[in-house]
């Protein structure tokens, strides 16, 4: 992971009051925009905000790949389930968090084991809550 110092989407974009159809297109489809702006959208609070971008594929079946960028929120209180930024004796991680039955981070990909952990050594720097990824194709 790599923190990205300043990222911000400053210029507000456009939002149509449509959904967008994932299976039939809609013929009744209005053309009504409402303005997004996408750092008002994912950065609830600011001051606590980060960005990192990701390294690896150990979280890729929560849809988290090599290359696509997290929005972390510091003042997010971490839950089960919840998928976090976390150190284990000066390693930084994102897993899944998972409390019960035992205490351990969980990758979401089967070919990379739990980390179990002590709960005094674990320090959480934040709870991931948009994860900003490239549809482009890649080029050589």
Same mark, same amino acid.
């Given at each position: 992971?790599?923190?990205? /110092?300043?990222?911000q989407w400053k210029a /507000?974009?456009?939002?149509?009051?449509e959904p967008v159809a994932a299976g039939f297109p809609s013929p009744a489809a209005g053309y009504e925009a409402n303005e997004l702006n996408l750092h008002d959208y994912c950065v609830r609070r600011p001051a606590a905000t980060y960005f990192l971008?990701?390294?690896?594929?150990s979280m890729r079946d929560a849809r988290i790949h090599d290359g696509d960028v997290l929005v972390v929120d510091r003042a997010e209180e971490p839950r089960h389930g919840s998928i976090v930024i976390a150190s284990i004796?000066?390693?930084?991680?994102?897993k899944q968090l998972q409390?019960? /039955?035992?205490?351990?981070?969980? /990758?979401?990909?089967?070919?990379?084991p739990p980390i179990r952990f002590d709960p005094e050594a674990l320090q959480i720097w934040g709870v991931v809550t948009f994860t900003v990824m490239s549809?482009?194709?890649c080029t050589p």
């Open positions: 992971m790599s923190f990205i /110092p300043g990222l /507000p974009h456009f939002l149509f009051a971008r990701v390294s690896g594929d004796d000066n390693e930084f991680t994102v409390l019960r /039955p035992y205490p351990c981070l969980m /990758p979401l990909n089967p070919a990379f549809h482009r194709p």
